[in-house]
Every structure is written in structure tokens, then in C-alpha cells.
């Protein structure tokens, strides 16, 4: 039933719709994983953060904190 739209759209819609909460979860840190293989880190975190707000004792926040600690973690590079 998704096949003409797009993956954020389909996403989104499993967040609001009457499946299985770990379903719901899951479909949520997806949206977020992809969110941030787009480029777009800001709107990522920001939806990681939504997941271990809502739902702060889901299988899926350790993953969240990983990811938002991935991506908001300072790196440098030494080159030769």
C-alpha cells in the first residue's frame, strides 16, 4: 500500500496509526536512521529525541541515545 510514497510519508503514517506499539517504535528510530542517511542531522535528532520522549522505556531508546551521542559527538581527524 506504499509503494507510491515516499519512505517519510509511509513512516510517519505507522506512527499514528492503531499497530502494535513495538511496530510503532521500530518504525519510529527507522524514520529517524533515515532522516539522517539524508543529510538532514538536525531533523534526525530531533526525532530520536521525540522516540525517548514519548516513549521513554522502549527497546529502541538505547539505539536513539547511541545515535544522537553519534551524531552530536565532536570529531577531528589528524592528517599526515
Known sequence: PYQSVGWEP?????????GEEVLRDQAHFT???YIQQDGRL????A?????IEQRP???WVENARAAI???T????????
Request: glycine share 2%.
Open 10 to 18: 509511509a513512516l510517519r503514517r505507522m506512527l499514528t496509526g492503531q
Open 73 to 80: 559527538r565532536k570529531q577531528f581527524t589528524v592528517s599526515a
Open 57 to 59: 522505556r522502549s527497546k
Open 69 to 71: 551521542d553519534q551524531i
Open 42 to 45: 538536525k531533523d534526525a535528532v
Open 31 to 33: 524514520l529517524a536512521q
Open 47 to 51: 526525532e530520536y529525541r521525540r522516540l
